[in-house]
């Protein structure tokens, strides 16, 4: 994703750029690596948007169906994965994507979303669909990672379990030594 850039910032062209190699060139929309670029892209995105106050990559703004009802249109945004909920979506990343590049291939309904998978279902013969998200993938792939990371260590999971910890475990007593800055796993819940 970009946006318009919120700082003046320039690069030297490389040898790839052939007669233009060792000119100047102003840096128009804001790349990853600035300091501002998440601010430019925020700034953007505010201009026909409303941030929720309790997460700033939720945003939302007022629509009104063919009929008349009014709702709430959403975008998703977390770095480069977006997605829109509306009566029609595809109109909200189309418009974006006169902005800010956006994949070519990439409009298209959701599949996954930050490594979760997502699906559509008709529920009960109803005749409209619903979305739903699996953890399914996301945590096969996470359950990869943990191996991979505590096999250096010489230590391997459980086949069986029948809780996530040991009965009577005690997180604030943990002195593991295994647990240290560099090889901890963090997890964050939000409720």
Known sequence: MNAPCAEKVYTILG??????TGRKAIIKMALYSLKSAGCSWRSFCARVFIPCRADM?????????????????????????????????????????????LKADSIKEPTRYLGATISKHLIDSDSHYIWAIGSKEYLVESLRVVKQRIAPMNLSLKSKVTSALPSGYRSELDSSDCLDDETAIQFYICN
Do not use: C, Q, V
């Open 15 to 20: 040898d790839e750029f052939g007669d233009y």
């Open 57 to 101: 990559d939720i945003w939302r703004r007022e629509a009104r169906k063919e009929n008349g009802s009014r709702y709430y249109e959403y975008l998703f945004i977390y770095t480069d994965d977006i997605i829109a909920i509306s009566e029609y979506p595809k109109r909200i990343l189309d418009k974006m994507n006169e902005h800010s590049l």
